[in-house]
């Protein structure tokens, strides 16, 4: 199988290219400059780094995201429409079905079975 490999990413760094001068460094004794080498290359992996976790981020979203993006029957019906009839009929589309009628609201209970009124008080205190 065959490793997948991103033509953006750019190859590791090499590392022994920086041993070499910090070791002369330490070994002159000028630790002031030896510090500021060392900050300056974690300095920029940490740049390297927020830069990677800003593109995982952003990949991630793209595909975890909410899949809200859906095509109405009528647009789909349109698209179909300008095909070639013989594509057309091959690709039939139900039409959008019609909405049920909304029902009525149910009438409140009569006022003797409210859960607030005397009567149901009277016949629960009594159980």
């Known amino acids: 199988m065959?490793?997948?490999?991103?033509?953006?990413?750019?190859?590791?760094?090499?590392?022994d290219g920086f041993r070499a001068p910090l070791a002369q460094l330490l070994a002159a004794g000028d630790h002031a400059a030896l510090v500021g080498?060392?900050?300056?290359?974690?300095?920029?992996?940490?740049?390297?780094?927020?830069?990677?976790?800003?593109?995982?981020?952003?990949?991630?979203?793209?595909l975890y995201r909410k899949k809200s993006e859906?095509?109405?029957?009528?647009?789909?019906?349109?698209?179909?429409?300008?095909?070639?009839?013989?594509e057309a009929a091959q690709a039939q589309v139900a039409p959008p079905p019609t909405p049920r009628p909304r029902r009525?609201?149910?009438?409140?209970?009569?006022?003797?079975?409210r859960a607030g009124s005397s009567r149901f008080r009277r016949t629960c205190a009594a159980r």
Do not use: F, K, Y
Request: proline share 16%; with cysteine.
């Open 2 to 15: 065959e490793a997948c490999v991103l033509p953006s990413l750019a190859p590791p760094p090499d590392l």
């Open 37 to 62: 080498a060392v900050l300056t290359l974690v300095t920029q992996m940490a740049q390297a780094n927020h830069q990677l976790a800003v593109r995982l981020q952003a990949a991630l979203r793209l």
């Open 70 to 86: 859906r095509v109405s029957p009528e647009q789909l019906a349109l698209c179909l429409a300008q095909l070639p009839r013989d």
């Open 104 to 113: 009525r609201p149910r009438p409140p209970p009569p006022r003797a079975a």
